[in-house]
């Protein structure tokens, strides 16, 4: 019997060690987000009673699969101001203690936002925003992923952190106040270093349909194939995108803002998102269950390794705010160009004019950075001989001032100020092409000043560029190019 039960023993362990016996259940994952994402819970927004309503179903789920709680509530309650009214919003924070003594104090952090943006009336109609794949699609994952993290307790390293986040609709509330109480404030418990990676799934309800999954930042940790490929192993998925960098518009920013690898699982954008229509019955179960079994694989390689690896941009996060260096990006610039004529005291009208081309923005602070661009320009202006246009290679080199971003969206107003060097190669005077060495010059210098707003990738802003070069060769005239556009900008 003793030998029986020793063999039986062996054995469960064997099957054990190959996966999670069933896995994830798609039954069980359908059953939360239609709950979640029911007409009753009127979209769950941000300090609502059926927000509330959907906290309390978390809790219960939590209890009955056996993660407990972080401290000595599920909630972790937080206000916020919002013009007149105080609403406060709760994270519901689960646990669950890893089983090596020497790693069971080190965290991975399972987060996922359970908000959405409530409902509407439109033409008597009330519209319901639902939120399935955003994010009831999430808060089933992790809940389920705290089920077989409990089940295999006793393969688990480092202990697990899971979070349901309030507010992220709202402007990642519940992650910022998480990251303030517990990581970054005074009375913090945990330390940065402390934290290997934060998970947030958001938006993971369209497996099939997109074609895989993306890992959103995973490349700011530089072993990382050390335990994905171990996990794809034994719960292959298939894995479209290992994306660098820190993804701002979900609950992974307040985690990488603080120096913690933070992922963003994500299925892509095929559900109507922030629609009525992103409904329950439109999700891919199976698929959740397929990402739910790998993220369970992949937390438990986490929790063993010796060491996650952080990239050198991931080091330089601050609690001010990420430090990426360098932002290589593509700009626009679009408005009027004219000829100052500074010693007859006259201005050529002014004709549309635009210069395109690749920017690095190279920041050296927080509130400070450099910016080369490489543009073609194409200028001119109209004066009494008639359109004179150029074709030129400009570039501007600027000092940005910017202002600090304490809320962590990613949002900045800057002042540039700087100058630039152009070379004409080309041009015309109503259709005659210009002598660049009798008649004009070739090569132009100058000032750039400007203002503008830096929202997470995107930049607009004003700039105006101010020869201090005669274009012309003759002792008689001063011709100095004015330029002044409106410009827009994207970085990557």
Known sequence: MKKFRNILLTGMMFISSLGFGQGASADNLEQMVSRLASDELKGRGFGSEEGKIAADYIIEHFKKYGVEAFLDDYRDPFDHRTSVLNVRGNNVVGFVKGSDPDLADE?????????????????????????????????????????????????????????????????????????????????????????????????????????????????????????????????????????????????????????????????GMESPYHKPEDDSDLLDYQGMAEIVDFMAALTLEISTVPEVMKSKTMESMTEKGSLKIFNPGITLHTGGSHHDFKNDYYKAKSIFAYAAGISLETRLTQWLAIQPE???????????????????????????????????????????????????????????????????????????????????????????????????????????????????????
């Open 107 to 267: 965290y991975i952090i399972l987060g996922a936002h359970y908000d959405h943006v409530g409902w509407e009336v439109e033409d008597g109609d009330t519209l319901i925003y639902n939120g399935a794949d955003d994010n009831a699609s999430g808060v089933a994952a992790i809940i389920e992923l705290g089920r077989l993290l409990v089940e295999n307790r006793g393969s688990l390293g480092r202990s697990v952190i899971l979070i349901a986040f309030d507010g992220e609709e709202s402007g990642l509330l519940g992650s910022k106040a998480f990251v303030a109480q517990f990581i970054s404030g005074p009375d913090s418990i945990i330390r940065p270093e402390d934290v290997a990676v934060m998970f947030s799934l958001d938006m993971v309800g369209m497996y099939s349909k997109h074609e895989g999954i993306e890992l959103g930042g995973i490349q700011e940790i530089t072993n990382y194939m050390d335990f994905v490929s171990p996990a794809l192993e034994k719960s292959p998925v298939n894995v479209k995108k290992y994306g660098g960098g820190l993804e701002n518009r979900t609950d992974t920013a307040p985690f990488g803002k603080v120096g913690i690898p933070a992922i963003h699982v994500y299925t």
């Open 374 to 492: 490489a543009l073609y320009q194409w200028s001119g202006s109209h004066a009494s001989g008639g359109i004179l246009r150029t074709h030129s290679l400009t570039v501007p080199v600027s000092i940005l001032f910017t202002t600090p971003d304490p809320s962590g969206m990613g949002v900045r107003t800057y002042y540039q100020i700087g100058g630039y060097y152009s070379y004409a190669f080309g041009g015309n005077n109503e259709g005659v092409p210009l002598d660049f060495v009798n008649d004009y010059q070739d090569t132009d210098y100058g000032l750039v000043m400007g203002v503008g707003m830096e929202i997470m990738n995107f930049r607009i802003g004003w700039v105006m560029q101010s020869s201090m070069v005669d274009f012309t060769i003759n002792e008689i005239l001063d011709t100095r190019l004015i330029c002044s556009y409106a410009k827009i900008g994207w970085v990557f």
